[in-house]
């Protein structure tokens, strides 16, 4: 056995040892409250047994093995559905990003263990109403104020915000200068005054996603992670940060084994649905589209193993994915027709039909939407020309509204 | 499974490419659509000079016992420079027929042969949309075979014909010696293919499965040669799309190019996705022959080849406008050959049926 199926074994069988406690069982009728105090244990738990911060160096609390390592114990983790979605973000970017960028080296390594340990959570203030895609567009404003900074404006789309103890957050530090070169990155206290969040209801019913308002927030120097000016490179290094990510060739959505097992029990002009050729036709071209995404997946994963990079078909997971989780949604409700009707708000999109289907637009259009996916695919891996762009070069207090 | 290729391989691609592109050309293949008959005999020259004739076969009738992998690789590269025969796929597949499921006198009678590239093979397994049909429209009984075969690729040239037909009321697998077969060329949209009408008039033919048997092996053998076709068909497509992107950034329209506008620059982004999804699929597959899985894997090869060659025809043309339709551009090549290939060895209609049976259970 190599020494990663050896990892991968051990990992496996601590995710069975926790099940009990910490999978979707034990989560049935949780309040979110209820939910994130045990996803707290949970994490607490992952640190102890050494799978928090797997690939992260030890000084900071990490256990300093490979990317290989984090993506093999997260594909056995995945499994389960713990209770760990409220630290993807915050472990996902900002953590790592202070790591690389906090100067207060002490500082930093207390926060990064109580975040490895759930009791701090972290947040990314990136997106605002005036733009997502366009976040160099972004209008939230530090000045000066004495020796440090104060902030005001709005973010918005920020994940677990509500329950963030920090953030990091990029601003506009300089409007006279072109868009993407007056900006500054800072982290923020979210406890500090002057900061008010607000959750938003998405449209499958839960909040997680949040507006954050910024009042004269007062910020010293010390929580500058970019020079003055320089926050944009510093927000393309958090996003660059995890491309290779455990992935689902399910979109997060259910497995295509339960769309067959629907098929099979349900019957469609008084024959079974398997044998209708529409719906034959649907699991068959699900199935390849699928195949293909983990068959990228594991020679991204023996690229890895073998140190080196992965190929950029990697970008296709999330676009190709999600999209036809959607579809294949929408024809798994069009197949139970009014049996479809009864819908669970709190149901998980990985096993519910309905569930995947009103909440895929948001999967979408997170973390990249299809559209920006496909611009990055056309213009870095292809090298077709840019959109045209008018605001490029131009100072940004100048730029038509 | 799946595999990173190794510097053999990743050589075996870049020879393969090399000699492919300093033979053939679409000046070439141009001519070849309007007669029938006629076969690119540089390209079959190349492939046999190379070894590729003997690549997947064994050692011991003079082949080189690699397989599915190097084989699909350089039909990888024969798929973007438009292959001028089809006789790779096809011998292949009567050899792999040969020598999975024949006897020694026949492995000694024809593999040297389709190894070297002196003999040709082919199947003919389907009729019409029936890729394995129940009512077969050969039959055989003591050694002969009756009947005809319709649109078989390669067909023109073969020596050697693997035949789907019926003994008494069961299918049997033959291998049908075709020497004194009668054949009459189609007249088709891909002429280079070399497709035939054969009859069988009391042609010498040997049993080689019966029954059960031969639908397992029939299909195993197209399994085998549909991997290498999605290979030869991810190439094809991978070649338009990057023909559609040379295209976008060099022709400008209202004063940009037009691969700067997303209605051109998403279609060839997602030209990019149905690509790698079917190299990924073709490598899988490739990499899954001997597995339990291997007819899996081989038909969403198949299909997710398919769609990608077909896609990147229509965007491709549909992306250089007015010159994209003309005859000399060559692009209907590309459209010609993405749809001959989706028809040879069963249709998607085909393996959607093959892939759904399995995942739903219906088939071990």
Known sequence: ?401 | MSILYDEGQQAIATESRRAIEARISKDDLLPLLQTTGKYHEAFWTTAKEQGWTALALPEAYGGLALGLVELGLIAHQAGRTLSGAPFLTSSFGAAKAIELYGSDAQKERWLPGLASGEAIGTIAFASGPDALPAQPTATWAADRLNGHANGVSGGLFADVAIVFASTGDKPALVIADLSGVTRTAVDSFDNSRCIADLVFSGTPAELVATGDDARTAALHVLALQAVVTAHEQTGGAEALMEIARDYAITRKAFGQPIGAFQSIKHRIAELYGFVELARANAIHAAASEGSSDFITAAAAARLSATEAYDTAARDCVQIHGGIGVTWEIGLHLHMRRARSLALEQGSSFFWEDILVDRLAGDVA
């Not at chain 1, 983790?77 to 202070?98: A, C, Q, R, T």
């Not at chain 1, 920020?158 to 506009?172: E, K, L």
């Not at chain 1, 579809?327 to 027709?337: H, I």
């Not at chain 1, 519910?352 to 996916?373: F, H, M, Q």
Request: charged share 25%; proline share 5%.
């Open chain 1, 1 to 401: 056995m190599s020494d990663l199926e050896a990892y991968r074994t051990n990992a496996s069988a601590w995710c069975e040892s926790v099940v009990a406690t910490f999978g979707k069982a034990a989560r049935k009728g949780l309040t979110v409250e209820e939910d994130l105090a045990l996803g707290r244990r949970y994490q607490k738990a992952k640190f102890d047994a050494g799978y928090a911060g797997i690939n992260w160096p030890t000084e900071y609390g990490g256990q300093g093995l490979g990317h290989i390592e984090k993506i093999t114990f997260e594909a056995e983790e995945m499994k389960h559905g713990f209770p760990n979605v409220y630290f993807g973000i915050s472990l996902g970017m900002p953590v790592p990003v202070l790591m690389q960028f906090g100067a207060d080296k002490e500082f930093v390594k207390e926060r990064v263990v109580k975040a490895l340990k759930g009791e701090e959570i972290w947040c990314q203030l990136f997106s605002e109403p005036s733009g997502g895609t366009d976040l160099a567009g972004l209008r939230t404003r530090a000045e000066t104020d004495g020796n440090g900074w104060k902030i005001n404006g709005q973010k918005v789309w920020t994940s677990w915000a509500q329950y963030s103890d920090y953030g990091v957050i990029v601003v506009r530090t300089d409007p006279t200068v072109a868009k993407h070169k007056g900006l500054t990155y800072f982290w923020v206290d979210m406890k500090a005054p002057g900061v008010t969040v607000r959750p938003i209801k998405l449209a499958g019913g839960d909040s997680h996603v949040n507006e954050v308002f910024f009042d004269d927030v007062k910020i010293s120097d010390d929580h500058r992670m970019s020079p003055v000016g320089g926050g944009f490179s510093v927000a393309l290094a958090t996003l660059m940060i995890e491309r290779y990510v455990a992935t689902d060739s399910a979109g997060f959505g259910p497995h295509l084994d339960l769309f067959v097992d629907l098929a099979k029990e349900l019957k469609l002009n008084g024959r079974p649905a398997i044998e209708d050729g529409r719906i034959r036709q649907q699991i068959a071209r699900n199935y390849a589209m699928r195949a293909g995404l983990d068959s990228i997946n594991r020679r991204a994963r023996l690229m890895m193993q073998a140190g080196m990079t992965p190929g950029p078909e990697g970008s296709l997971n999330k676009l190709v994915a999600v999209r036809s989780r959607q579809k294949l949604s929408e024809l798994a409700l069009d197949l139970q027709g009014t049996d479809a009707f009864l819908f669970d708000e709190h149901a998980s999109p990985k096993d519910d039909w309905a569930s995947s289907w009103i909440n895929a637009p948001t999967g979408r259009i997170a973390g990249g939407s299809d559209e920006t996916l496909l611009n990055t695919i056309a213009e870095r891996i292809l090298g077709l020309p840019q959109d045209h762009r008018p605001d490029k070069g131009i100072p940004f207090n100048q730029i038509p509204a």
